[in-house]
């Protein structure tokens, strides 16, 4: 077996992906030496010690820290900048902070000012997840063959990103280096604006009279279901995401509300090589995934 | 074995849900002692007789309906009335006519005029389908525990109601009668708008600059990757469908608009109240649909 990335791994925060990463580590080995968990609750933790899937649980952050020579953050976006200021006084010289969120310039934003000289910092996002959360939901397949996107700063240090590259592919994913401004509006398109608009049609059908409600729950059809699913997300997670990707997600928002308006004037006028044209152009994108293995 | 419901049933269309019947039909024998298929091309046909999917091919749609007491139209429903026109004459006394169309106040319109005192009319929706068109995409479990919806106009003879109802239910789906507008608003808000922003959505993400294009299909998380599910149908069908549910589905999209617009508003202003209630309320749906079983 290859020696592990790193002596002590630090997850703040275990819930899906945190506690896939602990579950990996611990089955494989070469991640990390120990695996210490951290949560806010005594409750998680008390769970993850009877999940057997951490070595250590420590309530405290400053203290889940000490000693670890990389830190995960796996929270919400939103709790970053708290945590970051938290913790930064405790990091071991040469220690590499990283994580886990779905918005990247707003981590290097939260947490960079944070971090001692002598740390380094590689933002990570790996694209998978469930509609589940919590410690339970974790699992050890969850990043097999998925992408892991990383952003590390200008100048960040070599030899830092290759570590993270390494516990990522280590657990299954496909890396790839791009800018956090590129990845936030990639992602805006891609996940957060899918996301905004499956909440807000559950919210537009729940206000739906009662009578029809009642039906729509009955008869979804394949169409609504899809919706669902993604919409049965975390509030939390989703709210953090929305409010710290906010440019790139309003861009892409307005975007689409001009395209939908412009089918709309079709469908009320009759223009049905518009209405053709929009579909094809749905199954084109849709037989480019397929050829890209990614449907 | 039961008797069949129809002595001689004609498929007007043996695109996915009509070569579904046609192999349900025959499979079965309890649902019609005869299948005629009729398409608008002859290669589609040979299809079918290569398929083995049904007794009689016949490519005058005229001479398809001739003495069959069922006729089942399964064409998009932008050619029901053209089809109806041609179809009418030859219609044999005491002929059930029903349809497959998504959406049913338009297709009353269209065929209902047509159709000669002694025949009766019976419009249908089987709520089923999948991203595949055409004779070959069709296979027999595709109504199982879906719903067909009944809209028969006031007035329409029971025993008519009774034996479409009959057949639905051979085929495995579950039978619900309701009003034809009541019908349209509900696929307006469960399947036809979902369609209308899954088409759109694609079409606004092939419209961003290259590089990001390339990375959107490279990327697509699970978000957009289901929504490309969605948006791999048929053109025709859902070009019709849009022009003839157009009231209710610009309806529905306005509410959803609006609905979108006061969510970009809370995520401009860091409403975070306001998100967490969508998020929520998006949950709740989702739960409600998997204690209906249909998630």
Redesign the interface.
């Known amino acids: 077996m290859a020696d592990p990335v790193f002596e002590r791994l630090a997850l703040i925060g275990v819930g899906l992906i945190g506690s896939s990463v602990a579950r990996i580590a611990r089955s494989r080995g070469d991640i990390a030496r120990v695996v210490v968990a951290n949560a806010r609750t005594e409750a998680t933790l008390n769970r993850v010690a009877d999940l057997g899937i951490a070595d250590l649980t420590e309530i405290d952050p400053a203290r889940a820290v000490e000693d670890a020579d990389c830190v995960m953050l796996c929270a919400p976006v939103g709790a970053y900048a708290a945590l970051a200021q938290q913790i930064a006084p405790h990091l071991m010289p040469g220690a590499i902070v990283t994580d886990v969120g779905s918005t990247k310039q707003s981590v290097i934003r939260d947490i960079g000012p944070f971090l001692p000289q002598g740390t380094h910092f590689v933002p990570a996002h790996p ?1 998978a ?1 469930t ?1 589940f959360s919590g410690p339970d939901a974790g699992f050890i397949e969850l990043f097999q063959g998925r ?1 892991c ?1 990383l952003t590390p700063p200008t100048g960040t240090d070599d030899r830092a990103v290759s570590k993270i590259r390494t516990l990522w592919e280590r657990c299954g994913a496909t890396v ?1 280096i ?1 800018d956090a401004a ?1 990845h936030d ?3 805006a ?20 009279a009662d009578e ?1 409600r009642q ?22 997670m ?2 953090d995401i ?2 710290n990707n ?1 440019d790139a ?2 861009e ?6 001009e ?3 412009a ?2 004037r079709a ?2 006028w ?1 223009d ?1 090589t518009y ?2 044209d ?12 397929i050829d ?1 293995n ?2």
């Not at 892409?252 to 509300?257: G, H, I, K, V």
């Open positions: 694209m997840g509609e992408w996107l790839s791009m590129h509006r990639v992602v398109i891609v996940s957060h604006l899918p996301h905004l608009i499956a909440f807000t049609i559950c919210g537009t059908a729940d206000d739906l029809t039906e729509v729950l009955r008869f979804a059809a394949s169409g609504f279901r899809d919706f669902t699913r993604i919409a049965a997300s975390d509030p939390v989703w709210r929305f409010l906010r997600l309003l892409m928002l307005a975007r689409f509300t395209d939908a308006q089918m709309a469908v009320r009759g049905t209405i053709e929009k579909v094809l152009r749905g199954r084109k994108i849709r037989q480019a995934l890209l990614q449907a």
